[in-house]
């Protein structure tokens, strides 16, 4: 009862006009990250802030390229985006989440429309969150669910996926997502073990760890995502955007 | 046969166009870092487009104010690399450190910054637009995060950037001096690019 409930609450939140181009508003909180950097124990504080209810479209971003031509695929320059962007165009189904498309699209795409990609720490806050709880992580079966992520049997790529507490939806969908700060989430592989490597080059540490080995869900996704250069695109990897809160 | 001549000259019309349109600047190479938009102010409080920047080489780095252990390194860095430069190749490159903490580094505490190391009028300090930091980071791969206590990681690199912003070469930073071969690097670089005909 409380859980239709809240399911409802999160379906109007999803739909109101008040989530103007379909942002839900996140209520901040502290949070424990899965992934740890040196010298810290995983908890973060996500300020409050706005998330895209779904990712952004084939068709959306099809309007973004239409109005921003320099975005065309004939037009991008190599800086911005490899060879294989918007390679699936025209999408077969244009409600389906764009892909193919490089962060620095993504980044122009979210600035067009006044928003920003979420950090990561803010998409991880997120989408712990099933219909129902805002951290399910501790579930092992919805756990062992997300190990489906970035493929079509993922759980929120099937037919009639609910959206999550937040009322947001796709956050463990076929496609992975790209976010704004991908570029940190691991050091520099190739700089690792260098000897004093580490300290001369950054201000700071930055060793990472995973705080629970079972989550290889999300360890696979941050090393997806760590291995993409800013112009990468996968035929399974695309975006939503989010706005910070005044 | 004619159309094959009419296609040789077409493809040589093209070859000489960018060069003899001295109007209308050659279109930006695909690889150029000015490909991003971010707009950017100076330590004198000028703002300009990060694209205002083509025209002459220069060495980029990105660096905060409140940095107390790498940051002084890159600018000792850059300094001493330029201190290496003869009086004509010291003219031709620019210097650009861009900050990364748009929020405390306002263009007076980057003016700060340049007056504290003595840098001269080669040298720009920009503060990017807030949402602009990680594009110009993402273009120049260089990585970052902010920390809790206000502090940033972040790779120290000297980036130098042809007249089109096309990275030539990069250089981590380890050292009050820079590389001694990114500093020959430079000195080939700026003797062939400021020889007649050449580019």
Not at chain 1, 168 to 179: D, F, I, K, P
Not at chain 1, 241 to 246: E, F, G, L
Not at chain 2, 86 to 107: K, N
Request: some cysteine; proline content about 5%; charged content about 20%.
């Amino acid at each position: 009862m409380l859980a239709a409930s809240i399911f409802a609450v999160a379906l109007l939140a999803g739909t109101s006009p008040a989530a103007s181009r379909g942002f839900v508003e996140i209520t901040g909180g502290t949070f424990q990250s899965t992934v740890r950097y040196d010298g810290d124990d995983g908890k973060r504080s996500v300020a409050a802030f706005a998330i895209a209810t779904r990712a952004v479209t084939a068709r959306e971003f099809d309007e973004f390229v239409r109005t921003h031509p320099q975005w065309a695929r004939d037009r991008v320059p190599s800086l911005l985006a490899d060879s294989g962007y918007l390679a699936n165009w025209p999408h077969a189904n244009a409600d389906a989440p764009v892909t193919h498309v490089s962060w620095f699209a993504a980044d122009a795409y979210c600035k067009s429309i006044g928003a920003r990609f979420p950090d990561w720490d803010e998409w991880e806050y997120v989408a712990a969150a099933d219909a129902t709880r805002s951290d399910a992580r501790s579930d092992a079966v919805w756990r062992g669910r997300t190990f489906q992520d970035g493929t079509p049997r993922a759980m929120d790529a099937r037919d009639g996926a609910s959206a999550n507490i937040h009322g947001v939806s796709g956050m463990h969908g076929a496609a992975w997502e790209w976010v704004g700060d991908y570029a940190t989430l691991m050091g520099d592989a190739d700089k690792r073990g260098v000897e004093n490597g580490d300290r001369l080059q950054f201000c700071g540490a930055t060793g990472l760890s995973f705080a629970n080995r079972d989550d290889y869900a999300t360890l696979k996704r941050v090393a997806l995502l760590s291995a993409m250069e800013p112009r990468s695109t996968l035929g399974n990897l695309g975006f939503r955007c989010a706005r910070s809160t005044p | 046969m004619n159309f094959l001549l009419r296609s040789i000259a077409a493809v040589a019309m093209l070859l000489v166009a960018p060069m003899s349109a001295i109007a209308a600047p050659p279109a930006l190479p695909g690889d150029s870092v000015y490909q991003v938009e971010a707009s950017v102010v100076d330590q004198d409080g000028r703002a300009y487009a990060w694209q205002a920047l083509r025209g002459r080489p220069q060495v980029v780095t990105m660096f905060y104010a409140h940095c107390h252990l790498m940051c002084p390194l890159i600018i000792a860095s850059g300094k001493s690399l330029q201190g290496s430069l003869d009086p004509r190749q010291r003219e031709e490159l620019g210097f650009v450190s861009i900050t990364l903490d748009p929020a405390r580094d306002t263009p007076a505490a980057l003016l700060e910054v340049a007056q504290m190391h003595r840098l001269d009028d080669h040298w720009r300090l920009l503060r990017p637009g807030d949402a602009d930091v990680r594009t110009l980071a993402a273009a120049l791969g260089v990585r970052y995060r902010a920390q809790p206590d206000g502090t940033f990681n972040h790779t120290s690199v000297l980036i130098l950037l042809d007249r089109d912003g096309r990275i030539v070469a990069r250089s981590e930073v380890t050292d009050l001096t820079p590389d001694p071969r990114f500093v020959a690097t430079v000195r080939e670089y700026l003797t062939g690019a400021s020889a007649p005909g050449s580019n």
